[in-house]
């Protein structure tokens, strides 16, 4: 008895430290906007990119990328929701210590913030204005809805009325639980141990445990997506807006520019969450502006090739649940 005491202690203990170093060697923290220049990573090509297929700043950063027909080394980075937290692998942290994609490489400096990498990549290969208006005032628009569509902070679902990035995540609570269904549970359990924000963890591994259905019946969970649906209806009123002053296509008018790149990441995950018909059907102003998006090649080549199969199965998922009439009537659908 005492012998099978003194293996468990020592099983335990072992388990700590190492639990322990491994924790030393995974350290996360929030890292600073825009180009690392004193930060060298290893590089092949002019341009790499870390990137996920699902997430939406990493869309948003491949169709800028496709529109700028820029070549760029891709390194497919996992997330949980798509199968694994590569994210908080210790190589990963060397790339990025804030533990998020995308990250983009030029020349090896890391750029941190997908808003950044835009702006970025337009001051560095835009020399004929492609993507950026010429005149200020119109500059100016562009760079107030390239903000509305960003995704910003630590805990964009506790503010999804300051931008329409950040009412994306809660939208995107049905997709999750539909993907992390398939996860395994120690997978999702390795975010409690090392991921920065261990609510996001825990989160995740409550939506593995009761399963999409059930996760949607969950008090927060409405309170949640319907918040995020409210405040999306509201960006999309402005965006109407903008759309009916500019007098489009595009937000800043005739020109395509980086504002609509970061709406159309929005739009395609709304298609992706089968949010379409409750925020866009009935308004003809935005149901041309994304049947013009959907035309562009660059949503192509940075959305629709990337699709991850567990994405497409969320997707009929959700439509299916509607269907079927078991969508949660708290939630409108
Ligand atoms: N504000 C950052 C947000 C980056 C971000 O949160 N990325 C998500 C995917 S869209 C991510 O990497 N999540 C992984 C995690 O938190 O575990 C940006 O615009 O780049």
Same mark, same amino acid.
């Given at each position: 008895m005492?012998i099978?005491?003194?293996?468990?202690?020592?099983?335990?203990?072992?388990?700590?430290?190492?639990?322990?170093?491994e924790?030393?060697?995974? *350290?996360?923290?929030?890292?600073?906007?825009?180009?690392q220049?004193?930060?060298?990573?290893? =590089?092949?090509a002019?341009?790499?990119?870390?990137?996920?297929? =699902?997430?939406?700043c990493?869309k948003?950063?491949?169709?800028?990328?496709?529109?700028?027909?820029?070549?760029?080394?891709?390194?497919?980075?996992?997330?949980?929701?798509?199968?694994?937290?590569?994210?908080?692998?210790?190589?990963?942290?060397?790339?990025?210590? %804030?533990a998020?994609v995308?990250?983009?490489l $030029?020349?090896?400096?890391?750029?941190?913030?997908?808003?950044?990498?835009?702006?970025y990549?337009?001051?560095?290969?835009?020399?004929? %204005?492609?993507?950026?208006?010429?005149?200020?005032?119109?500059? *100016?628009?562009m760079?107030?809805?390239?903000?509305?569509?960003? @995704?910003?902070?630590d805990?964009?679902i506790?503010?999804p009325?300051?931008?329409?990035?950040?009412?994306?995540?809660?939208?995107?609570?049905?997709?999750?639980?539909?993907?992390v269904?398939?996860?395994?549970?120690?997978?999702i359990?390795?975010?409690?141990?090392?991921?920065?924000?261990k609510?996001?963890?825990?989160f995740?591994?409550?939506?593995?445990?009761? %399963?999409?259905?059930?996760?949607?019946?969950?008090k927060?969970?409405i $309170?949640?997506?319907?918040?995020?649906?409210?405040?999306m209806?509201?960006?999309?009123?402005?965006?109407?807006?903008?759309?009916?002053?500019?007098q489009?296509?595009?937000?800043c008018?005739q020109? =395509?520019?980086l504002a609509?790149?970061g709406?159309?990441?929005?739009f395609?995950?709304?298609?992706?969450?089968d949010w379409?018909?409750l925020?866009?059907?009935?308004r003809?102003? @935005?149901?041309?502006?994304?049947s013009?998006?959907q035309q562009?090649?660059s949503?192509?080549?940075?959305?629709?090739?990337h699709? $991850?199969?567990?994405v497409?199965?969320?997707?009929?998922?959700?439509?299916?649940?509607?269907?079927? *009439?078991r969508?949660?009537?708290?939630?409108?659908?």
């Open positions: 005492t099978l005491l003194s293996l468990i202690f020592v099983g335990i203990t072992l388990a700590m430290v190492v639990m322990l170093r924790r030393s060697m995974r *350290q996360t923290r929030v890292v600073p906007p825009g180009l220049s004193d930060i060298s990573l290893p =590089f092949e002019e341009w790499t990119l870390y990137h996920n297929p =699902f997430s939406l990493s948003k950063i491949r169709v800028c990328l496709a529109e700028y027909g820029v070549v760029f080394d891709s390194i497919a980075i996992d997330l949980i929701e798509t199968g694994s937290y590569q994210n908080i692998s210790r190589e990963f942290l060397k790339v990025n210590p %804030g998020t995308p990250v983009l $030029h020349n090896g400096h890391p750029i941190y913030e997908s808003h950044e990498q835009l702006k990549v337009a001051a560095t290969v835009d020399v004929t %204005g492609l993507l950026v208006p010429d005149s200020t005032e119109q500059r *100016q628009v760079d107030a809805w390239v903000h509305k569509t960003s @995704l910003i902070g805990d964009p506790e503010s009325e300051a931008t329409a990035g950040n009412a994306v995540p809660g939208l995107t609570i049905p997709i999750f639980a539909s993907m269904a398939k996860i395994p549970v120690l997978n359990f390795e975010g409690l141990l090392f991921h920065r924000i609510q996001r963890a825990f995740f591994l409550m939506m593995r445990l009761v %399963g999409l259905p059930k996760t949607l019946t969950l927060p969970v $309170h949640i997506v319907n918040r995020a649906s409210e405040a209806t509201a960006h999309l009123d402005d965006l109407e807006q903008q759309l009916v002053s500019s489009g296509p595009w937000i008018g020109q =395509f520019s609509d790149v709406m159309m990441v929005v395609d995950r709304l298609r992706e969450g379409l018909t925020l866009v059907k009935d003809p102003v @935005l149901n041309a502006y994304w013009a998006l562009r090649q949503y192509r080549e940075g959305c629709l090739e699709e $991850h199969p567990a497409v199965q969320a997707t009929k998922e959700l439509v299916g649940l509607k269907q079927l *009439q969508w949660p009537s708290e939630i409108p659908q």
